[in-house]
């Protein structure tokens, strides 16, 4: 596996997402600074971007808006976007605010998506997966990975009607030079973050072994949805 292929399937999944999404000319709101916001943008979208952590903010590289604040608390005057957009972030907060972010969602855009990683993979994820939802429990954060089904139905509970629901499953195990530059990031953060050591050497080992055995990511969840 090179980077070469790896880079040529998540363009293809991003491309088949966004043909989803429809976003040229729209104004969207992406909730999590990231990869998505550069995504939009380049695909002719209108993009706000918004997250609760100042750091992710300085980082971001794209010319758009942004705005410090948790989603749930979103500052300004609803139906503002065509879209909301929560591209990796759900699984990131608390699971008893998921309702709650939707609903805002639904008053913020007629439209929403939401983009999350499958709680399903082989053996090495399933692995890594155990590992950093233990890590980021201890540190009082959350890993929390849901079923396309516990998407679909949470969506439709806040009153969006679903226009698009699927899974994409990845074509390509990770390259062994990103799993080590992934291996290196994630020792020095969690050392940043005062994560016992015991946790760091075990990531380190699972990403050894990933890089020996060959790991692929979870599939991707894709809900869209849309108020009739």
Not at 38 to 54: N, P
Not at 215 to 227: A, D, F, N, Q, T
């Amino acid at each position: 596996m090179n980077h070469t292929d790896y880079k040529s399937e998540r363009e293809r999944v991003w491309k088949e997402i966004l043909s989803d999404l429809e976003v040229d000319g729209s104004k969207v709101i992406d909730v999590g600074i990231g990869e998505s916001t550069e995504k939009l943008a380049e695909a002719g979208a209108q993009v706000i971007g918004v997250d609760s952590e100042i750091e992710k903010l300085k980082e971001c590289e794209v010319d758009v808006p942004l705005v410090k604040c948790d989603i749930v608390n979103f500052p300004f005057e609803k139906r503002i976007a065509d879209l909301t957009l929560f591209n990796f972030t759900l699984h990131e907060i608390n699971p008893h605010q998921h309702s709650e972010a939707i609903r805002m969602a639904s008053l913020i855009s007629p439209r929403l998506a939401v983009i999350e990683p499958s709680p399903e993979g082989g053996p090495l994820y399933q692995r890594y997966k155990k590992l950093q939802q233990e890590i980021m429990e201890s540190i009082g954060k959350y890993e929390e990975y849901r079923s396309l089904s516990y998407w679909k139905d949470l969506v439709r509970k806040e009153g969006f009607e679903i226009t698009t629901a699927k899974t994409i499953k990845p074509q390509t195990v990770i390259p062994p030079s990103i799993l080590e530059d992934m291996k290196q990031d994630t020792i020095e953060t969690l050392k940043e973050k005062g994560v016992k050591k015991e946790y760091a050497q075990d990531m380190k080992e699972i990403l050894e072994d990933a890089k020996e055995q060959g790991m692929r990511w979870s599939p991707r969840l894709v809900v869209i949805g849309e108020h009739p």
